[in-house]
């Protein structure tokens, strides 16, 4: 699919007439098909686009609201700039788009799997077994590996903006309010999510990729729970007790602890505490490792203490004894 759908867009490219961009769809070879979802500006149809299936984001510019219509063609912009140059198993595959105000419209490929909300939701709370809950998890870690290693943040990463495809492969979508590392303004006015959202996000303040490591926390948690995060609150409630309080979903009593370190690690309020993509992409291969040589791993790991903590739970006197001999 993705190979197919690189030939196609190379060729579109090739043949743009005046005023089209690189990314310009050839809207002669595309049929739309019934409507399937909506986001809170958009429309999803399904359809075909040079005999793939395809899916189509139609977003309609409101003629009554002219600073909301600017801010959805800035989402509009920018998602095609990125999703244009992303190319990941893990990343949802461009075919092409279209400007024609007032609509605008994105095409990608079809992901039969829905969305992992909708997939989580079907299967009931805590049921996914720890072995898939790691497949998801490390499929979502490598797409967001590569879109940091593309110097790009996703700012939205929720259940919901997660695709499955085919062998239950998740997919990263919706860049609606990605943005490039190098071009991060100030979170004010941000219409993120704040069930997912990180603390310093919330706050407006400055961010940094670790937005998405906080986000990819929450996701981990409704993998090993199927519930929504802070459900008994509304979004604001969220916010204020995820920045005043320091509140995170709590982690189910059974929760193995080598998911509650990594959770404990990435959603970690300090930004710098949390680990980027890549030590996370090495910590569930080595899970996955593990779990294959011994099917007990769960119970009986036991994370390791770091170096200092030994060197605090030392007897004092062993410490004055170590910092008098050092000083001589
Ligand atoms: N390519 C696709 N294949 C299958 N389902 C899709 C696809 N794209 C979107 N969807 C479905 O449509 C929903 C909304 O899509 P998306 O998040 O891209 O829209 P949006 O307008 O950005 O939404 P919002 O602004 O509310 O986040 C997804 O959660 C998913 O269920």
Known sequence: MAMKNLYWLKEMSNNKGEGEEEWSADLSQLFIGSKFASGRHSRIYRGIYKHIDVAIKLVSQPEEDE?????LENHFTSEVALLFRLHHP?????????????????????LAGGSLRSFLQRQ???????????????DIAKG??????????????????????????????????????????????FTGTYR?????????????????????????????????????????????????????PPLPCDCP?????????????????RPHFDEIVTILESYIESLEKDPEFFTNYKPRRPRNLVLKCLPKCNCRHVSSSSKS
């Open 67 to 71: 600073e909301l219509a600017a801010q």
């Open 124 to 138: 009931g709370p805590h049921s996914l077994p720890l072995e898939l809950v790691l497949k998801l998890a490390l």
């Open 257 to 273: 602890w080598a998911f509650s370190n990594l959770i404990n690690k990435c959603w970690s309020s300090n930004p710098k505490k």
């Open 196 to 248: 997912w959202m990180a603390p310093e996000m919330i706050k407006e303040k400055h961010h940094t990729k670790k937005v998405d490591v906080y986000s990819f926390a929450i996701v981990l948690w409704e993998l090993l729970t199927g519930l929504t995060p802070f459900e008994n609150m509304t979004p604001e409630q969220a916010a204020f007790a995820v920045t005043h309080k320091n509140a995170r």
């Open 144 to 189: 967001m590996q590569y879109l940091h290693s593309q110097g790009i943040l996703h700012r939205d990463l929720k259940s919901e903006n997660l695709l499955l495809g085919e062998d239950m492969c998740v997919k990263v979508a919706d860049f609606g309010i990605s943005c490039l590392e190098s071009q991060i303004g100030s979170a004010k006015g």
């Open 90 to 110: 893990n990343i949802i595959t461009f075919v092409g788009a279209c400007k024609k105000p007032p609509v605008f419209c994105i095409i990608t490929e079809y």
